[in-house]
């Protein structure tokens, strides 16, 4: 499954990943391959994704998601410091 992570200003990662939990606006939601289709708006928290290689967290400060046919495109607003 494809993981796309963009902020205004730049591409944060672009690649395969195993999993991928997004801080919904009801609440948390992992995504695993053959998801069905959705589109949710994100609130401010952590976004978490899993590649073969390793797990990664990142402070988001709200966004929108959209996973379509085994791809996730992530808009963030911005990343927490």
């Known amino acids: 499954m494809y993981l796309e992570i963009i902020t205004p200003d730049s591409s944060i990662f672009a690649g ?3 999993s ?5 606006k009801k609440g948390s939601f992992q995504v ?7 589109i949710s708006t994100l609130q401010e928290g952590t976004i978490k994704y899993r590649t073969s290689q390793e797990e990664v967290s990142l402070e988001i400060t709200g966004g929108v998601a959209e996973v379509l046919n085994d791809k996730i495109q992530v808009l963030v607003e911005g990343l927490k410091k």
């Open 32 to 38: 695993l391959k053959s998801h069905a289709a959705i």
């Open 20 to 24: 991928a939990t997004l801080p919904g």
């Open 16 to 18: 395969e990943v195993l």
